[in-house]
């Protein structure tokens, strides 16, 4: 077991962390997964290098943080509860394009997710995240106070369907899924209401005028993209990005055409 002590050094105020000293390839002992998880809280981002992870040691990392959450799209076969994200000169579509939070159209969704990427552009590539409790506490009293009762209804079609063209028949339940979720939720350990919405997922605000709905939708995309509750982070081989699902967005730029971007990413769900 690892058991050591771990620096944390703050990419911005905003959001993000990187840690070093750990690593994550060798089991770590309940307290420092303790200690981990207190700096996830309070980074909402942690970014780790030069780990060396094939798909098992990711998996087993991912179990210690919670339960394995299976993909709609399918896992990697044979490794539950893993994605391959893998962007190539050939490729049409990239994991990410817009900003979002992963599988908000599930009924629940992963509380966290594990990105490893062993192969990465000499430049670009770069994620950027973006912290939710902050988009919500920046808006307006009125506002907030407009929004805090509202659900709106996620959908995985203009994702699943659209844009990768995955049918039905390749789908995790045979569905493409669509859930209703708080537009302002309280995180559960937290205990701060952060908002959720995002490009990607979310079809429309329940009870509002499809015009209305629009509207707000447009005007709360724009706020969340705003570069003052950002970080932005700089891959290199071998390095691991783990974001708390449930109060942040990332966005994945594809920049790096002709070259090749890849890993594997496992999401869990936090009990
Ligand atoms: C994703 O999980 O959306 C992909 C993020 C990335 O490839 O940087």
């Given at each position: ?43 909402l981002v942690l970014f780790f290098r030069d780990q060396d992870l094939d798909m098992a040691a990711l998996s087993a990392f ?78 307006s009293p009125p506002l907030r106070g407009f929004l805090d009762g509202l659900k709106a209804r996620h959908s995985g079609v ?83 990005a783990m974001w708390d699902n449930r109060c942040t967005q990332h966005l994945a730029m594809w920049d790096y055409h002709p ?13």
């Amino acid at each position: 077991m690892t058991s050591k002590s771990f620096s944390i050094e703050p990419l911005t105020p905003a959001i993000g962390a990187e840690v070093r000293g750990l690593d994550l390839a060798r089991p770590l002992d309940p307290d420092t997964v303790a200690r981990l998880r207190a700096a996830w809280t309070q980074h909402l981002v942690l970014f780790f290098r030069d780990q060396d992870l094939d798909m098992a040691a990711l998996s087993a990392f991912a179990t210690r943080l919670g339960r394995l959450h299976i993909h709609p799209q399918g896992d990697v076969p044979g490794h539950p509860g893993l994605l391959q994200v893998r962007t190539d000169a050939n490729s049409k579509t990239y994991a990410g394009h817009r900003w979002h939070t992963d599988v908000s159209c599930d009924a629940e969704p992963p509380a966290g997710s594990v990105l490893y990427l062993d192969e990465v552009p000499a430049s670009g590539g770069d994620t950027l995240f973006a912290n939710m409790y902050a988009a919500y506490e920046a808006l307006s009293p009125p506002l907030r106070g407009f929004l805090d009762g509202l659900k709106a209804r996620h959908s995985g079609v203009r994702s699943y369907r659209d844009y990768f063209g995955t049918p039905l028949t390749k789908m995790r339940d045979g569905v493409y899924p669509e859930a209703t979720h708080p537009v302002v939720p309280t995180h559960p350990e937290s205990g701060r209401k952060l908002l959720f919405v995002n490009e990607t997922f979310t079809h429309h605000i329940e009870d509002l005028e499809p015009a209305e709905s629009r509207a707000l939708l447009e005007l709360l995309y724009r706020h969340i993209a705003e570069p003052r509750f950002q970080c932005r982070f700089r891959w290199r081989p071998n390095s691991v990005a783990m974001w708390d699902n449930r109060c942040t967005q990332h966005l994945a730029m594809w920049d790096y055409h002709p070259q090749t971007r890849g890993g594997y990413r496992a999401t869990f769900y936090v009990d």
